[in-house]
Structure formats: structure tokens, C-alpha cells
């Protein structure tokens, strides 16, 4: 794991361990884009992926939220 992947990691896995995932997967890989947004930005965009997807549509800030992860 090289320091970019480490610093998106630890700030998306605050919201839940899965999270990291979901926005690497919508932001296309690109972890410079997702680190550069906002954490409202970067959970617009993840629910918009997850419905693009077919999946069901998390409230991600409620989870992290809640402690979820």
C-alpha cells in the first residue's frame, strides 16, 4: 500500500469499512479526485455511483455517523 491508498483508506474507513471501496469504485480508481473533494462531494457521488450500479443506496455520512464502520 503506497501513501496515497493508505491516506484515502484511513480517511473513508472513519465512515465505514466498506467505504474506501465504494469510493474508489466511483470515482473510476482515481484516489487524487476523491481525496481533493469533500466529504459531502465524495458521499453525493458514491450514492449516485451505487445507483448507476443497480445497488442499494446507503446514507454513508449516517453510518459514519452512527460509528458504523
Do not use: C
Amino acid at each position: 500500500m503506497n501513501e496515497s491508498q493508505r491516506r484515502h483508506y484511513e480517511r473513508f474507513s472513519k465512515v465505514h469499512i466498506h467505504y474506501p471501496r465504494r469510493v474508489l469504485n466511483s470515482y473510476g480508481g482515481d484516489l487524487r479526485r476523491a481525496m481533493a473533494d469533500t466529504d459531502e462531494q465524495v458521499a453525493v457521488r458514491v450514492a449516485a455511483w451505487e445507483g448507476q450500479q443497480g445497488l442499494f443506496i446507503r446514507d454513508w455520512r449516517a453510518a459514519g455517523a452512527q460509528g458504523d464502520g
